[in-house]
């Protein structure tokens, strides 16, 4: 029967399926996509973000682990096992705070390490620019941490006038009053994604993170391999992530990341229709919303004194 299948629909593959959680699949839907997007159209053509990719920032963290992770190897065919080395210990768990924007430039790393004293060494490596910070209780990112990176880290390096930062919904972005205040004060429009949606709207998941944390652990595999009696630890880190970040931290990966995602260049329609998991196709109202807020947007940009990047 399934060879049969095949024979008459040759297009057709037998693929393995990936989970994905019923929030996001409930999370990730027609009108919620369609509201973000008239929100951010509003933004961008009130603050002229279409012509501006350098004010358009989108910033995350991901955690990074001290230890190996199987990668892809070439091996002979009927091969049982196939060892890969592992330090054998689970290894520690560092947060790093990664922000691009959509012109292609990555502001340096800034990492969370849980503890109260640092140690200079554990810089050497790092990319320049990079900034460390011990976090008694957890390597996480919480509210406090994340306004001290706003002005500290992102601010000095923001470009004058307004800017557009893209963040995700967690309460380290929303909830502490003077992260919001600092913010509207220093001209910088933070924008929170909707819920359980980052993993088709934000950029740095769409683009980025894969890269980076393939890249680590690819770095930490051939440490492991020429040094086999050494332990992964902070001490190791800054040149393991450093060359990883050298690899990842790429202006075509930027482009890709907010490209993808329909900020910049401003596509709505981006979005392929398999994202929508709990939804059947539409041909009707939802789907001409989105026709509509990118005909507006053409429009936008087309009555606009300011040239754009084609020179419309």
């Given at each position: 029967?399934?060879?049969?299948?095949?024979?008459r629909?040759?297009?057709?593959?037998?693929?393995?399926?990936?989970?994905?959680?019923?929030?996001?699949?409930?999370?990730?839907?027609?009108?919620?996509?369609?509201?973000?997007?008239?929100?951010?159209?509003?933004?961008?053509?009130?603050?002229?973000?279409?012509?501006?990719?350098?004010h358009?920032?989108?910033?995350?963290?991901?955690?990074l682990?001290?230890?190996?992770?199987?990668?892809?190897?070439?091996?002979?065919?009927?091969?049982?096992?196939?060892?890969?080395?592992?330090?054998?210990?689970?290894?520690?768990t560092?947060?790093v705070?990664?922000?691009?924007?959509?012109?292609?430039?990555?502001?340096?790393p800034?990492?969370?390490?849980?503890?109260?004293?640092?140690?200079?060494d554990?810089?050497e490596g790092?990319p320049?620019?990079?900034?460390?910070?011990?976090?008694?209780?957890?390597?996480?990112?919480?509210?406090?941490?994340?306004?001290?990176?706003?002005r500290?880290?992102?601010?000095?390096?923001?470009?004058?006038g307004?800017?557009?930062?893209?963040?995700?919904?967690?309460?380290s972005?929303?909830?502490?009053?003077?992260?919001?205040?600092?913010?509207?004060?220093?001209d910088?429009?933070?924008?929170?994604?909707?819920?359980?949606?980052?993993?088709?709207?934000?950029?740095?998941?769409r683009?980025?993170?894969?890269?980076?944390?393939?890249?680590?652990?690819?770095?930490?595999?051939?440490?492991i391999?020429?040094?086999?009696?050494?332990?992964?630890?902070?001490?190791?880190f800054?040149k393991?992530?450093?060359?990883?970040?050298?690899?990842?931290?790429?202006?075509?990966n930027?482009?890709?990341a907010?490209?993808?995602?329909?900020?910049?260049?401003?596509?709505?329609?981006?979005?392929?229709?398999?994202?929508?998991?709990?939804?059947?196709?539409?041909?009707?109202?939802?789907?001409?919303?989105?026709?509509?807020?990118?005909?507006?947007?053409?429009?936008?940009?087309a009555?606009?004194?300011?040239p754009g990047?084609?020179?419309?």
């Amino acid at each position: 029967m399934v060879r049969t299948v095949f024979k008459r629909r040759p297009e057709i593959s037998i693929r393995k399926s990936e989970n994905t959680s019923i929030a996001r699949a409930l999370g990730m839907s027609r009108e919620t996509v369609n509201i973000y997007f008239l929100d951010i159209q509003r933004i961008m053509t009130e603050h002229n973000f279409y012509d501006k990719p350098g004010h358009i920032f989108n910033t995350d963290e991901t955690g990074l682990q001290l230890n190996t992770r199987a990668g892809q190897v070439l091996a002979e065919q009927g091969s049982k096992c196939v060892p890969s080395l592992s330090p054998g210990k689970k290894g520690e768990t560092i947060s790093v705070m990664a922000c691009c924007s959509a012109e292609g430039t990555f502001i340096p790393p800034y990492y969370i390490f849980k503890g109260k004293n640092k140690k200079e060494d554990w810089h050497e490596g790092m990319p320049p620019g990079s900034t460390i910070r011990m976090s008694e209780k957890s390597a996480y990112v919480n509210s406090e941490i994340f306004l001290e990176w706003l002005r500290t880290h992102f601010l000095p390096r923001k470009p004058s006038g307004k800017t557009l930062l893209i963040v995700d919904g967690h309460t380290s972005h929303t909830t502490n009053l003077d992260l919001l205040e600092f913010a509207e004060q220093n001209d910088i429009i933070l924008f929170c994604l909707p819920s359980h949606t980052t993993h088709y709207l934000q950029p740095l998941d769409r683009a980025f993170f894969k890269s980076l944390k393939s890249n680590f652990y690819a770095e930490c595999r051939f440490m492991i391999q020429n040094n086999p009696n050494r332990v992964l630890n902070r001490l190791q880190f800054g040149k393991l992530l450093g060359r990883a970040w050298g690899n990842s931290a790429t202006v075509q990966n930027a482009a890709s990341a907010f490209k993808s995602t329909g900020i910049y260049p401003f596509d709505p329609l981006i979005i392929p229709e398999y994202a929508f998991l709990t939804q059947t196709p539409l041909e009707s109202p939802e789907t001409e919303t989105l026709q509509t807020v990118q005909t507006d947007t053409l429009s936008v940009r087309a009555e606009s004194s300011q040239p754009g990047p084609s020179g419309i």
